[in-house]
């Protein structure tokens, strides 16, 4: 090989099998390189490396990786509150056990989907390779061609339509919710820019993740939603958006010098960092009033502040943080998913004693 | 780079006002020891794009009243004693006309190039400064940041040392009036590329490794400033070993901590690593033929021996 790099612009024909990873059976074209994105004028440099020189794991490791489970506590986890809250909460009975356990196989579908959809779009948009903190990277590191994460995607997508189909025929108004929240999903995608700057794709993520999923759940085991549901909904809601806007300064540097989609990267550092530090104390205070509207105890509002300590270490981390690129700001994004997991477990053990 | 162009003189006493002695008393002394290497690319980019000596000489002076003014600054921010092995100027003089000096040069670059009108240029210039001090700000707030990584650094190093490597290679263009777009972007990551080189160079010079130049060894470590190759060396470090490279005061203290063979294997590793990125920007200089006007395309010889000499010193 002369050169391990080659440059492509959309009009060559070669460009998009390079981008889905189609073009040779020996060989992988990572993208290295982009200029003028999603223009006429765009061009991408690829380097190309022999396939079998890639160390990949095996398909599984690939695949979890991919489905990004740390974040699967922001899709599972209040479906599975929301159902501890009817049973042990307020003593409903489930009415369709087995559609109940096939619409959470699906939704774990739907997220696997979803996250693999992301990632394909983000590498064929040139996003994820131009920041390695993004995405899964199982397409940048070479282990699975983009045209094979979108096949997975269908896959998963399938998966999650068998699954979801007995709780849509058990319960059929489920599926205004599922439009709601597939209206949301998609919006999340094809909002523009400034809506999404405007906190758009912010109040999609709290309703998807929230509200709507909480609704869903109970839709599915007891065929209405209780106020109670939906009130548990709004703390995961707001609880998800806070996760994901902390993960988001993790990329405010870049957000502010690229313009990204992200309501955070609208602001400069510091503002962005206030407004987290002042939803990291609303989120908590949300989260200790909805413990007490659930449980009418104050014992149960006292062990969770215990939950909330791992919420603490993210604020002062975030406070003590003198620049974008501070290292107080490292790998905060999983520290907020651990903290947004740690609240999980204290609802799913308060729930179930 | 060509010897023909080394006499180009950047500061005249005259181009400053006579009534400020001790001004001009601190630009002799800190025009007098610099290599002057942007203003010798710039004068060889011109050579091959035929510029005018009068362009040659704004955009040589402009590029090295730029570097000076920052690195004016800069000693005083990091408080260096020395600069080019004499004393620096904040210590020589004061903190306040260091400051000024700095602040003179810049405003100095626009005047010189606003006289000129290329309005473009003139913009683009003053994104490069704006860049600058913003990677000099960010810079600041890594001192005593121990767990920095390397693609951290890489940031700060894209805004402080790329943007005049990109300056340098996109300037001649621009004052000669050619705003191709492709051109423009290729020699943007090409000047990306040259920064990270140059500046991963640099750093390897702190720990001694093809230290022709004489560098203080250690001087970042000491002052707190975890350099690319120091945290290259330190990714695996736990907490408490951070801690001990932290306070070695000498190279072979550092090579102890690492192991003196491990040590020679994380430069090969290092130089590996960079190795990739002369490759990337080797293919984009090799790119840039089509983009050039035959008569330009000598550039691209010239072009392509800057990462070897920016990073490995030759």
Redesign the interface.
């Known amino acids: 090989m002369s050169s391990p790099f080659v440059t492509l612009t959309p009009d060559d024909p070669d460009f998009r099998p390079y981008l889905l990873g189609n073009f040779s059976d020996d060989l992988r074209a990572l993208p290295v390189d982009s200029f003028s994105q999603n223009s006429s004028r765009e061009r991408v440099t690829f380097r190309l490396v022999p396939i079998q020189e890639i160390k990949k794991p095996t398909w599984w490791k690939i695949y979890f990786k991919a489905c990004r489970p740390e974040l699967l506590g922001l899709t599972l986890g209040p479906f599975f509150a929301t159902v501890l809250l009817l049973q042990k909460g307020l003593r409903a009975s489930i009415q369709h056990p087995v559609a109940l356990i096939a619409a959470v196989l699906g939704l774990f579908f739907l997220h696997v989907c979803a996250f693999l959809l992301n990632d394909f779009r983000d590498h064929m948009r040139g996003v994820d390779f131009a920041n390695r903190k993004r995405g899964s990277q199982v397409i940048q590191k070479g282990w699975a061609s983009a045209r094979e994460v979108r096949m997975w995607a269908f896959v998963n997508a399938g998966l999650a339509l068998a699954c979801g189909l007995p709780a849509l025929i058990v319960t059929p108004s489920l599926l205004a919710v599922v439009s709601i929240a597939a209206i949301c999903v998609l919006g999340l995608s094809w909002i523009s820019s400034r809506l999404a700057r405007f906190g758009l794709s912010d109040i999609m993520v709290f309703v998807g993740l929230g509200p709507l999923l909480t609704a869903a759940a109970s839709l599915v085991a007891i065929g209405k939603v209780p106020s109670q549901v939906l009130l548990l909904g709004t703390a995961f809601g707001a609880s998800a958006v806070l996760t994901l806007q902390i993960r988001q300064l993790e990329n405010l540097f870049r957000a502010g010098r690229d313009s990204f989609r992200t309501f955070i990267g609208a602001f400069d550092f510091d503002r962005a960092r206030l407004l987290v530090l002042s939803q990291i104390i609303f989120v908590s205070t949300l989260q200790i009033a909805m413990a007490f509207e659930v449980f009418h105890r104050w014992v149960a509002v006292f062990g969770f502040v215990l939950a909330l300590l791992p919420l603490y270490f993210v604020y002062a981390s975030v406070k003590n943080a003198a620049s974008p690129l501070s290292s107080d700001l490292l790998r905060i994004g999983r520290r907020a998913i651990w903290a947004q997991t740690a609240l999980l477990v204290w609802w799913g053990a308060a729930l179930w004693i | 780079m060509s010897q023909a162009f080394q006499d180009l003189k950047i500061f005249d006493r005259d181009d400053f006002p006579k009534y400020l002695p001790k001004l001009n008393a601190l630009y002799d002394d800190l025009f007098s020891a610099g290599k002057g290497f942007r203003s010798k690319l710039i004068q060889t980019i011109g050579k091959h794009l035929n510029l005018s000596d009068r362009h040659t000489r704004l955009l040589a002076q402009t590029i090295e009243f730029i570097h000076n003014a920052s690195l004016l600054h800069d000693d005083l921010i990091d408080r260096s004693p020395l600069r080019r092995s004499k004393t620096a100027a904040w210590l020589k003089y004061s903190p306040e006309y260091a400051v000024l000096a700095g602040d003179y040069l810049l405003a100095r670059v626009m005047v010189n190039l606003s006289r000129n009108g290329n309005l473009r240029l003139i913009q683009y210039t003053a994104e490069i400064i704006s860049d600058l001090l913003e990677g000099e ?2 810079q600041d ?2 001192i005593d ?5 390397l ?2 650094l890489d ?2 190093h894209d805004l402080k040392t790329a943007s005049l490597f990109k300056w340098c290679l996109k300037a001649p263009f621009i004052a000669q009036e050619n705003y191709d ?2 051109l423009h ?2 020699l943007e ?1 090409m000047g990306t590329l040259l920064g990270l080189l140059f500046q991963r160079g640099d750093d390897l010079l702190d720990f001694d490794i093809r230290n022709d130049e004489g560098k203080a060894i250690l001087g970042d470590l000491k002052a707190g400033y975890l350099n690319s190759f120091g945290a290259f060396i330190s990714r695996d470090f736990t907490v408490e070993k951070k801690d001990q490279l932290k306070h070695c005061q000498t190279l072979d203290e550092v090579k102890q901590m690492v192991g003196p063979e491990n040590f020679i294997s994380l430069v090969a590793e290092f130089d590996e690593m960079n190795q990739q990125a002369i ?2 920007y ?3 200089a ?2 840039l033929e089509p983009m050039l006007k035959p008569s330009e395309r000598g550039l691209i010889a010239d072009l392509i021996q800057l990462p070897t000499l920016l990073y490995f010193r030759k």
């Open positions: 700000w960010i707030s890594l940041d121990w767990r920095v990584q693609n951290q940031q700060v777009e492709n972007q290729t990551e490759d990337l080797l293919h984009h090799k790119s």
